[in-house]
Each structure stands twice: as structure tokens, then as C-alpha cells.
């Protein structure tokens, strides 16, 4: 379980094809805090280690991780925000994240604010998935608050220190991202779903 508190960045440094699957070669200064098998959240993606090299560490993607987020469209050079397993013992600073992304959505909009940024981000709405005003969202393996709720979009404002510290200073309009939406709200809009239209 992940809380979508970024720790560190990593550069992606190699891809590599395996049948429906990609390999992973990142470098980052957390790999030597590593070790082989534990899971690491690479863009709200649980990831597991398979090989340490020095600095640089692998990780696959499955060809279902591929289709349900955009890792399918890293390059090489692009950054992965990481954030290592949450420790029992440790202060729960974001919310529940489980490393889990139900669906990708886009940036429609970046709007600097002069001191922070919103992010307007548009999803499928169809698929069930819903935001709440004031309420959580993980974007990207990013912990954030959701305003401007809607069916099939919602704002996030970026403080300064965020956009310095992950990879969301090098979003472009267009591009997609991870979501992962809440657990608790997932839960309840399942067990609501077989009451409507019958009250």
C-alpha cells in the first residue's frame, strides 16, 4: 500500500520488449535503498524490482498494466515520480493508494496561477469511476485534492513544491495521465449501483 507522497524521481534509461510485455531500466538515487522483489510505485503503478545494477534497477510491465496506464508511452529519458510501500510505523500523509490505476485520463488544461498551478484533467465518466469535491485522487502516484468536481472531469492545484519535486513541471497539455481514484468512494458507488432507479 502506497499513501501518494512522491519520494524521489526516476530517468528512464532503457526499454526493453518481452513478448505483450515491456521491461523498465530506470536510474534513480533511491536504487541502492532497494532490493530485488519489493514493490515500488512508479507513476501510481505497483511495480515489482527484478534486477539491480549499481544505480540503475528493472521492472516489467504486463501487457494489462500497459493498456490501464500510460506507461505504455514512456520514453527514454522521461521521469517516473517513486514512492516505496508504505511502513506500518510510518505517518499516513496522503490517503489510501493502492497502486492500482483504474483508467488513464488527459490534461486538457495547465493554468499558472503565479505561485501554484490547476490542472484540468478529463476522463471517461462512463466506466463508473467518480471524483468528489475536496476528495482524493491519485495522479500519477501524486496524493492530491479534487475541485471542480464532475461526471468525467475534475481540477487539481499544484503547490510549488510538487511541481519541483515530481515530473508534473514536464506535463504538457494533451498528455495522460494515471488515475487511481479512491477506495473508499469505489466501494460505496458499487454498493449504491444496484439501488438506482429503484428508490
Not at 524521489?8 to 538515487?29: G, M, R, Y
Not at 514493490?39 to 534486477?51: A, F, Q, R, W, Y
Not at 493508494?97 to 488527459?106: L, M, S
Amino acid at each position: 500500500m502506497f499513501t501518494g507522497i512522491v519520494e524521489s524521481k526516476a530517468q528512464l534509461v532503457e526499454i526493453n520488449p518481452n513478448q505483450s510485455n515491456l521491461s523498465f531500466v530506470f536510474e534513480s538515487d533511491l536504487t541502492n535503498e532497494f532490493k530485488v522483489d519489493q514493490s515500488v510505485s512508479h507513476n501510481g503503478v505497483c511495480l515489482t524490482i527484478e534486477k539491480i545494477d549499481g544505480k540503475r534497477y528493472q521492472v516489467t510491465a504486463i501487457e494489462e498494466t500497459l493498456i490501464k496506464t500510460n506507461l505504455g508511452k514512456l520514453k527514454v529519458g522521461d521521469s517516473a515520480n517513486l514512492e516505496r510501500s508504505m511502513k506500518a510505523n510510518a505517518r499516513f500523509d496522503g490517503h489510501i493508494v493502492q497502486g492500482h490505476v483504474d483508467q488513464i485520463g488527459i490534461c486538457k488544461k495547465i493554468t499558472d496561477l503565479n505561485g501554484s498551478w490547476q490542472i484540468d484533467i478529463e476522463y471517461d465518466g462512463s466506466v463508473g469511476n467518480i471524483t468528489v469535491e475536496k476528495g482524493s485522487i491519485c495522479l500519477n502516484g501524486i496524493s492530491l485534492t479534487v475541485f471542480n468536481s464532475k461526471e468525467n472531469g475534475f481540477s487539481v492545484a499544484i503547490i510549488p513544491f510538487t511541481w519541483t519535486h515530481t515530473n508534473m513541471h514536464a506535463m504538457k497539455e494533451g498528455d495522460t495521465v494515471n488515475l487511481e481514484f479512491d477506495i473508499v468512494g469505489k466501494y460505496l458507488a458499487k454498493l449504491h449501483k444496484p439501488f438506482i432507479g429503484k428508490m
